[in-house]
């Protein structure tokens, strides 16, 4: 009777490998020891090698394909010899058996057959050591931890038997971060002069950076808008008569005033990505990124195209303060549909803005700067998500930026 | 007021004998010629078909439950069936003389009285009104199945079919039934027909038609009430109160005279010598004859007789005599009616409990078979008149039962499906419309009132200048409820007052105090020592048209009241399937240094049976506010008071006691002081404690505590609690009734599930130790304190930075108490 070939386990519980070539085709011959095929884990190649003697009778997984740890993927024997019907071919596990690490009892034998060889006792996985004991915190703190991405493992709690409290947790986010006082070590290893922890605001950042240009596909636009009647227009607004009592207006208002009101016309980029399907948006809650000494914080103002200047102005103001105090909430960051960064009073022409995942658009403004004939040009970098959204679609909403921009002061005219 | 009854030492110490008199013992005796020629042979036919149709509908139900079937039409019943076959005489005799306004209350086992009850009523009402009836009730639902499948020329038979299609319904759980089929065969009750609720526990229509008759006393109506119950029902303490109830001195000598004499109610006993299998003659009995009851309850003997139940005309005669007593004011009555049940107590009973001989000899004395037999030897009726009649009443059971069972037309009710409908069949949430009440009669104007003067003349809000006031001087608890019953009684002359001690004393808390220069007696009136039969007149009150306002002295005596409180006061809105209201209030009074048996706090128990709406204000605005909307609700509603709070300012609400009588919204609870770090609910004076916890908080600690005080437990809306918690994470709550089955647990529970995410700490729930509740000196150890507060923050929830525990259990719940038993 046929010797099944079965994937070893691949050291996580749970976790597929990935088939990655046969070394022995169906016909072929193997030889007791010798390597069948090789699969690949998270960790390493494995050569996975033939149980017994034989000719390779079946091959039930090909390359490219995920394999489940124990499951068979082929069968050796004697040429011509009847392997089990097809139904009963894949021995999957069952989710439960597999998060437990253990195989499923063998099926039931055909009549007549010799009892299946009983499956291989699986190892019992050792105590994940990487696998943090149960934490005690309060479901608030949870909730605040994830939507903070906060590692609960390293919170301290102040509550009862030192159960974690939301606090804690909205603490510990914005905890300055501190170098560690290790004492100089002889190396010829270069040493850093200081470790900075990857912890509260600066993980967050390094998570969604990270997750972002891994996962969308970014594509930068670059334009000029003429700033001309915008700078015109934020002097007028400055020495008008009612200046004095409202709040003050910025260049960055101005922009963000104009972004948002073009950016709503365009559904297509005013969206946040999902593979179940991309969400478009008939309102812009415009996120802006604000940096602090406690690091990057994107505040989001809600309905941003339908707020006057200085509603804008003073929202936007507001959560500049809010987030350099380290006071901004969780849920004033959340909702954005489409984001700016402006890089302008650093010095900065052009730049490729990383989209702030799931959406699926982030404008750059750079620093303006004169052309031959005077001209005040601003430049505009447009980072879209091309899974989502083509280069056509993504220059017209720009152009539109720029054409709002342009003509900023009379925005609200009809 | 002065005492009206002088008590005098001579008079108490001079001997003498009482002499209680005789009870006649079966004394009817008339020729069938004279019943001939009093009430024509028509309505002695009548009165024999009755009987046969009462019957058939006992014999449908046994072939239904022993053989699956009757005259062929099969059908499976799953509830009961305690049938009365045998007793035909006693309920129609007893229905014979009824005009269609008496009200019947029956027992489990009435279905008789029920039909014959109709049928009497059905014979005896004018066509039009009768029809006008018929169609109006629930809606037109029973007339429409009636009108559209058993039709009939002849408007007697047509109301006859409805009569019986409703009462099968009923019995079959359908929604076409008289009470949508949510009573049963064991409630049923129709009251256009006069057939008020039967009764599944044992005795429990004495006090509702005790209630009943006092509204027609106190109101000024005609009609007289009949309960029927059991000989084994004098076995019970809420029977002989009803008794006394009736029978109360000062109904006959301290009424003014228009609202003079004994209740107009007939204790109907249907003997038949057994309970289910005691027999209360000769067993579990003293009294050897249960008419003697009579001699002990008051000089009249209630008239009580002994009957033969098995005669007609011996029981109608006894109606008869029984009404006239009543007209000449010397009621209640008493009759002893003795029949037998030659069936058993229901399907299900072997009968071993009496001999075959027995059986036989009543048998031979079947009223049905002895009735007809006079009739044919006199030549009232032919001699097959019987037959003739038996095959009517098996056509009509049968046409009847046809329609009852067809789910088509006969649907049940789909109790799930809309949540909204059982809870509008538990509560009808509408208030009296003002229009329809009439002013109250009052012994001065309101304005003349002089304790009401007097309170008008403290001001409206406890605090002054940042400190609170006495309540010599400022509006109390106690104040803000004889406002509220000062404007609602006067506004609505069906409202009346009874309780211990409530009139001249002013009930033992003084609340009532000034009342009674208001409340003429008929509308404020000292009730007996009677729990049970305070709080089950009041149900019959509420069923017959009044709106009683009724006191329990304190809490603890809940016990006393136990049936009336909960099978009967909560039950009569849904079991009659939401059609009909019962508007009655319950004040009752939560003590306080009184000991284990006088400070109970019993709110979370009463929450525990569905259909009374409970409430228990801790301001005095809100005692008057939620007073005022109890009694213009039509809804039956516990009123809880703390004994600690009678003599407590309005020091929460800013804006005071208001002068006028404005309604606060029963259900929403009120936002006593607001504040992000914690929420704590309380229930009652719990409050007062609450709100010192939250001071210390603040000052000593920083945390700002939102405070909210429930006001209303049934019903109660979460969505300001839901709003808190999802502010600040964290909620304790405190109340002093027992920490076990508090009805905190139900909030805590709901509030875990719905504010999961946004919870901060466990919900912890505080309240009063489960023991004894302590003498005076050691309540503190009992209840909950300020202290127990700060404690139960600083362990369970938040640490209080440099807090110091009390030595000692905190108040919370710990499972090594329960495995104690605490």
Same mark, same amino acid.
């Given at each position: 009777?046929?010797?099944?070939?079965?994937?070893?386990?691949?050291?996580?519980?749970?976790?597929?490998?990935?088939?990655?070539?046969?070394? %022995?085709?169906?016909?072929?011959?193997?030889?007791?020891?010798?390597? %069948?095929?090789?699969?690949?884990?998270?960790?390493?190649?494995?050569?996975?090698?033939?149980?017994?003697?034989?000719?390779?009778?079946?091959?039930?997984?090909?390359?490219?394909?995920?394999?489940?740890?124990?499951?068979?993927?082929?069968?050796?024997?004697?040429?011509?010899?009847?392997?089990?019907?097809?139904?009963?071919?894949?021995?999957?596990?069952?989710?439960?058996?597999?998060?437990?690490?253990?195989?499923?009892?063998?099926?039931?034998?055909?009549?007549?057959?010799?009892?299946?060889?009983?499956?291989?006792?699986?190892? %019992?996985?050792?105590?994940?050591?990487?696998?943090?004991?149960?934490?005690?915190?309060?479901?608030?703190?949870?909730?605040?931890?994830?939507?903070?991405?906060?590692?609960?493992?390293?919170?301290?709690?102040?509550?009862?038997?030192?159960?974690?409290?939301?606090?804690?947790?909205?603490?510990?986010?914005?905890?300055?971060?501190?170098?560690?006082?290790?004492?100089?070590?002889?190396?010829?290893?270069?040493?850093?002069?200081?470790?900075?922890?990857?912890?509260?605001?600066?993980?967050?950042?390094?998570?969604?950076?990270?997750?972002?240009?891994?996962?969308?596909?970014?594509?930068?636009?670059?334009?000029?808008?003429?700033?001309?009647?915008?700078?015109?227009?934020?002097?007028?607004?400055?020495?008008?008569?009612?200046?004095?009592?409202?709040?003050?207006?910025?260049?960055?208002?101005?922009?963000?005033?104009?972004?948002?009101?073009?950016?709503?016309?365009?559904?297509?980029?005013?969206?946040?990505?999902?593979?179940?399907?991309?969400?478009?948006?008939?309102?812009?809650?415009?996120?802006?990124?604000?940096?602090?000494?406690?690091?990057?914080?994107?505040?989001?103002?809600?309905?941003?195209?339908?707020?006057?200047?200085?509603?804008?102005?003073?929202?936007?103001?507001?959560?500049?303060?809010?987030?350099?105090?380290?006071?901004?909430?969780?849920?004033?960051?959340?909702?954005?549909?489409?984001?700016?960064?402006?890089?302008?009073?650093?010095?900065?022409?052009?730049?490729?803005?990383?989209?702030?995942?799931?959406?699926?658009?982030?404008?750059?403004?750079?620093?303006?700067?004169?052309?031959?004939?005077?001209?005040?040009?601003?430049?505009?970098?447009?980072?879209?998500?091309?899974?989502?959204?083509?280069?056509?679609?993504?220059?017209?909403?720009?152009?539109?930026?720029?054409?709002?921009?342009?003509?900023?002061?009379?925005?609200?005219?009809? | 007021?002065?005492?009206?009854?002088?008590?005098?030492?001579?008079?108490?110490?001079?001997?003498?004998?009482?002499?209680?008199?005789?009870?006649p013992v079966n004394a009817y005796e008339a020729p069938l010629?004279?019943e001939r020629?009093?009430y024509?042979d028509?309505a002695l036919e009548r009165i024999g078909r009755d009987m046969l149709l009462v019957r058939e509908f006992e014999l449908m139900l046994n072939s239904i439950k022993r053989e699956g079937a009757y005259l062929g039409v099969?059908y499976?019943h799953?509830g009961p069936a305690h049938l009365s076959i045998g007793q035909e005489a006693q309920a129609v005799g007893q229905a014979f003389t009824?005009?269609?306004?008496?009200?019947v209350?029956g027992s489990h086992r009435s279905h008789g009285e029920v039909v014959a009850k109709g049928l009497s009523?059905?014979?005896?009402?004018?066509?039009?009104?009768?029809? /006008?009836?018929?169609?109006?009730?629930?809606?037109?639902?029973?007339?429409?199945?009636?009108?559209?499948?058993?039709?009939?020329?002849?408007?007697?038979?047509?109301?006859i079919?409805?009569l019986m299609?409703?009462m099968a319904?009923?019995t #079959?759980?359908?929604?076409?039934?008289?009470?949508?089929?949510?009573?049963?065969s064991m409630?049923a009750?129709?009251?256009?027909?006069?057939?008020?609720?039967n009764?599944a526990?044992v005795?429990?229509?004495?006090?509702?038609?005790?209630?009943?008759?006092?509204? $027609?006393?106190?109101?000024?109506?005609?009609?007289?009430?009949v309960?029927s119950i059991g000989d084994a029902s004098t076995g019970?303490?809420? &029977?002989?109160?009803? #008794?006394? =109830?009736?029978?109360?001195?000062?109904?006959?000598?301290?009424?003014?005279?228009?609202?003079?004499?004994?209740?107009?109610?007939?204790?109907f006993i249907v003997n038949n010598f057994y309970g289910m299998g005691g027999q209360p003659i000769g067993e579990t009995m003293?009294f050897e004859r249960v008419a003697?009851?009579?001699?002990?309850?008051?000089?009249?003997?209630?008239?009580?007789q002994s009957i033969d139940g098995n005669d007609p005309f011996a029981v109608i005669d006894a109606m008869?005599?029984?009404?006239?007593?009543?007209?000449?004011?010397?009621?209640?009555?008493?009759i002893d009616c003795q029949t037998y049940r030659l069936s058993g107590h229901s399907p299900s009973d072997a009968s071993s409990y009496r001999t075959k001989e027995e059986l036989d000899r009543w048998a031979a004395a079947d009223p049905i078979e002895r009735y007809f037999g006079r009739l044919v030897d006199e030549g009232v009726v032919d001699g097959d008149r019987q037959s003739a009649l038996k095959a009517w009443a098996e056509q009509t059971v049968r046409?009847a039962l046809?329609?009852?069972?067809?789910?088509?037309?006969?649907?049940?009710?789909?109790?799930?499906?809309?949540?909204?409908?059982?809870?509008?069949?538990?509560?009808?949430?509408?208030?009296?419309?003002?229009?329809?009440?009439?002013?109250?009669?009052?012994?001065?104007?309101?304005?003349?009132?002089?304790?009401?003067?007097?309170?008008?003349?403290?001001?409206?809000?406890?605090?002054?200048?940042?400190?609170?006031?006495?309540?010599?001087?400022?509006?109390?608890? !106690?104040?803000?409820?004889?406002?509220?019953?000062?404007?609602?009684?006067?506004?609505?002359?069906?409202?009346?007052?009874?309780?211990?001690? $409530?009139?001249?004393?002013?009930?033992?808390?003084?609340?009532?105090?000034?009342?009674? /220069? =208001?409340?003429?007696?008929?509308?404020?009136?000292?009730?007996?020592?009677?729990?049970?039969?305070?709080?089950? *007149?009041?149900?019959?009150?509420?069923?017959?048209?009044?709106?009683?306002? &009724?006191?329990?002295?304190?809490?603890? =005596?809940?016990? !006393?009241?136990?049936?009336?409180?909960?099978?009967?006061?909560?039950?009569?809105?849904?079991?009659?399937?939401?059609?009909?209201?019962?508007?009655?209030?319950?004040?009752?009074?939560?003590?306080?240094?009184?000991?284990?048996?006088?400070?109970?706090?019993?709110?979370?128990?009463?929450?525990?049976?569905?259909?009374?709406?409970?409430? #228990?204000?801790?301001?005095?605005?809100?005692?008057?506010?939620?007073?005022?909307?109890?009694?213009?609700?039509?809804?039956?509603?516990?009123?809880?008071?703390?004994?600690?709070?009678?003599?407590?300012?309005?020091?929460?609400?800013?804006?005071?006691?208001?002068?006028?009588?404005?309604?606060?919204?029963?259900?929403?609870?009120?936002?006593?002081?607001?504040?992000?770090?914690?929420?704590?609910?309380?229930?009652?004076?719990?409050?007062? !404690?609450?709100?010192?916890?939250?001071?210390?908080?603040?000052?000593?600690?920083?945390?700002?505590?939102?405070?909210?005080?429930?006001?209303?437990?049934?019903?109660?809306?979460?969505?300001?609690?839901?709003?808190?918690?999802?502010?600040?994470?964290?909620?304790?709550?405190?109340?002093?009734?027992?920490?076990?089955?508090?009805?905190?647990?139900? &909030?805590?529970?709901?509030?875990?599930?719905?504010?999961?995410?946004?919870?901060?700490?466990?919900?912890?729930?505080?309240? *009063?130790?489960?023991?004894?509740?302590?003498?005076?000196?050691?309540?503190?150890?009992? =209840? &909950?304190?300020?202290?127990?507060?700060?404690?139960?923050?600083?362990?369970?929830?938040?640490?209080?930075?440099?807090?110091?525990?009390?030595?000692?259990?905190?108040?919370?719940?710990?499972?090594?108490?329960? *495995?104690?038993?605490?």
């Amino acid at each position: 009777m046929a010797t099944e070939i079965r994937i070893p386990t691949t050291g996580n519980a749970g976790e597929d490998a990935v088939l990655v070539e046969w070394h %022995v085709d169906v016909g072929g011959s193997t030889r007791e020891g010798e390597p %069948v095929l090789t699969i690949e884990t998270a960790k390493s190649t494995l050569e996975v090698v033939a149980p017994v003697d034989g000719t390779v009778l079946e091959q039930r997984a090909k390359p490219g394909d995920d394999v489940a740890e124990f499951s068979v993927v082929g069968l050796i024997g004697e040429p011509g010899e009847a392997t089990h019907p097809a139904e009963t071919h894949t021995h999957e596990l069952s989710a439960e058996a597999r998060a437990h690490g253990r195989s499923l009892p063998p099926e039931s034998t055909m009549g007549g057959e010799e009892p299946a060889e009983p499956s291989p006792e699986p190892p %019992v996985p050792a105590p994940d050591a990487a696998r943090p004991a149960r934490i005690a915190a309060s479901p608030r703190a949870r909730r605040v931890a994830s939507a903070l991405g906060v590692d609960l493992t390293e919170v301290d709690g102040s509550g009862p038997l030192g159960r974690i409290l939301a606090g804690d947790v909205e603490r510990a986010a914005v905890d300055a971060t501190t170098a560690t006082d290790a004492p100089p070590v002889q190396s010829v290893v270069i040493q850093p002069s200081a470790v900075v922890p990857v912890r509260g605001v600066r993980k967050v950042t390094a998570q969604r950076m990270h997750a972002s240009l891994s996962e969308a596909a970014q594509v930068t636009l670059t334009r000029y808008a003429n700033a001309d009647s915008m700078l015109q227009w934020l002097d007028r607004i400055r020495t008008s008569p009612g200046a004095a009592s409202a709040p003050r207006v910025t260049l960055n208002d101005l922009l963000l005033y104009a972004t948002a009101r073009a950016v709503v016309g365009h559904p297509v980029l005013n969206s946040r990505f999902d593979w179940d399907g991309i969400r478009q948006f008939d309102r812009v809650n415009l996120g802006f990124a604000v940096d602090t000494e406690r690091g990057l914080f994107v505040p989001v103002i809600r309905d941003a195209h339908r707020l006057k200047l200085g509603e804008l102005a003073s929202q936007v103001h507001a959560a500049i303060e809010r987030a350099r105090g380290g006071r901004l909430q969780p849920d004033e960051m959340a909702e954005g549909t489409f984001t700016v960064s402006n890089l302008g009073g650093l010095g900065v022409h052009w730049f490729t803005p990383v989209l702030n995942a799931p959406q699926n658009g982030i404008l750059g403004i750079g620093a303006a700067h004169r052309d031959g004939d005077g001209r005040m040009l601003l430049p505009l970098s447009l980072t879209f998500d091309h899974r989502a959204l083509d280069g056509g679609a993504a220059a017209r909403a720009l152009a539109d930026i720029a054409t709002a921009i342009e003509h900023v002061d009379v925005l609200d005219a009809f | 007021m002065v005492k009206e009854l002088p008590i005098d030492p001579d008079d108490i110490r001079r001997s003498g004998e009482l002499k209680l008199g005789s009870i006649p013992v079966n004394a009817y005796e008339a020729p069938l010629a004279e019943e001939r020629r009093r009430y024509g042979d028509a309505a002695l036919e009548r009165i024999g078909r009755d009987m046969l149709l009462v019957r058939e509908f006992e014999l449908m139900l046994n072939s239904i439950k022993r053989e699956g079937a009757y005259l062929g039409v099969a059908y499976n019943h799953l509830g009961p069936a305690h049938l009365s076959i045998g007793q035909e005489a006693q309920a129609v005799g007893q229905a014979f003389t009824l005009d269609p306004r008496d009200k019947v209350f029956g027992s489990h086992r009435s279905h008789g009285e029920v039909v014959a009850k109709g049928l009497s009523a059905i014979a005896k009402a004018e066509p039009n009104a009768l029809r /006008e009836d018929l169609t109006r009730w629930a809606g037109g639902e029973t007339w429409r199945v009636v009108r559209d499948l058993l039709e009939d020329d002849d408007p007697q038979q047509l109301a006859i079919n409805y009569l019986m299609y409703g009462m099968a319904a009923e019995t #079959f759980g359908r929604r076409t039934g008289f009470n949508r089929g949510l009573g049963g065969s064991m409630h049923a009750f129709f009251p256009p027909l006069g057939i008020y609720p039967n009764n599944a526990i044992v005795g429990g229509s004495a006090p509702l038609a005790t209630g009943a008759a006092l509204y $027609n006393r106190l109101r000024n109506e005609d009609g007289l009430v009949v309960a029927s119950i059991g000989d084994a029902s004098t076995g019970t303490g809420p &029977v002989w109160e009803s #008794f006394n =109830f009736a029978s109360m001195g000062q109904l006959r000598g301290l009424m003014d005279e228009a609202h003079s004499g004994g209740l107009p109610v007939i204790f109907f006993i249907v003997n038949n010598f057994y309970g289910m299998g005691g027999q209360p003659i000769g067993e579990t009995m003293g009294f050897e004859r249960v008419a003697r009851i009579g001699a002990g309850v008051n000089p009249e003997r209630m008239h009580a007789q002994s009957i033969d139940g098995n005669d007609p005309f011996a029981v109608i005669d006894a109606m008869r005599q029984a009404r006239e007593h009543i007209e000449a004011g010397t009621g209640p009555v008493l009759i002893d009616c003795q029949t037998y049940r030659l069936s058993g107590h229901s399907p299900s009973d072997a009968s071993s409990y009496r001999t075959k001989e027995e059986l036989d000899r009543w048998a031979a004395a079947d009223p049905i078979e002895r009735y007809f037999g006079r009739l044919v030897d006199e030549g009232v009726v032919d001699g097959d008149r019987q037959s003739a009649l038996k095959a009517w009443a098996e056509q009509t059971v049968r046409a009847a039962l046809e329609v009852a069972i067809d789910d088509r037309v006969s649907p049940r009710m789909r109790l799930r499906d809309e949540p909204e409908v059982m809870a509008g069949l538990t509560f009808n949430s509408t208030s009296a419309d003002p229009a329809e009440a009439s002013a109250g009669e009052t012994s001065v104007a309101e304005a003349d009132l002089p304790h009401l003067q007097a309170i008008r003349k403290k001001s409206r809000i406890g605090v002054a200048d940042g400190a609170p006031m006495p309540g010599s001087k400022a509006v109390t608890f !106690r104040d803000a409820i004889f406002e509220a019953i000062v404007h609602t009684t006067a506004a609505d002359d069906r409202i009346a007052l009874w309780g211990e001690e $409530n009139r001249d004393w002013g009930g033992s808390f003084g609340v009532y105090r000034g009342l009674t /220069e =208001f409340l003429p007696r008929h509308r404020l009136f000292n009730s007996p020592i009677s729990e049970a039969a305070i709080i089950g *007149a009041g149900v019959g009150f509420a069923l017959a048209g009044g709106r009683p306002l &009724v006191e329990l002295m304190y809490a603890d =005596f809940i016990g !006393r009241a136990g049936d009336e409180l909960f099978n009967q006061m909560a039950k009569w809105q849904p079991m009659s399937g939401g059609l009909v209201q019962l508007p009655m209030v319950v004040r009752i009074s939560v003590g306080a240094k009184y000991g284990a048996q006088h400070s109970q706090d019993w709110s979370s128990m009463a929450t525990t049976v569905p259909g009374l709406k409970v409430l #228990f204000p801790a301001t005095a605005r809100d005692a008057k506010g939620l007073l005022i909307s109890a009694l213009r609700g039509n809804d039956p509603v516990l009123f809880f008071e703390s004994q600690r709070l009678y003599d407590q300012p309005e020091v929460v609400h800013p804006e005071g006691v208001p002068v006028d009588a404005l309604p606060t919204p029963i259900g929403v609870p009120n936002l006593v002081r607001r504040g992000d770090d914690l929420t704590i609910l309380t229930v009652g004076a719990t409050l007062y !404690r609450a709100l010192e916890a939250a001071k210390r908080l603040h000052e000593q600690y920083g945390i700002e505590a939102e405070l909210i005080d429930a006001r209303s437990l049934v019903p109660f809306e979460y969505d300001m609690l839901l709003e808190s918690v999802r502010k600040t994470g964290r909620l304790l709550c405190a109340s002093d009734a027992n920490l076990r089955g508090s009805w905190l647990h139900t &909030v805590a529970t709901t509030v875990t599930a719905e504010a999961f995410d946004d919870l901060d700490g466990p919900v912890t729930v505080l309240g *009063a130790r489960n023991w004894i509740a302590p003498p005076a000196e050691l309540e503190w150890e009992y =209840f &909950v304190t300020a202290d127990d507060i700060l404690d139960a923050v600083h362990e369970r929830i938040l640490p209080l930075s440099g807090h110091v525990m009390q030595p000692g259990r905190g108040g919370w719940a710990v499972p090594s108490d329960s *495995a104690l038993g605490l």
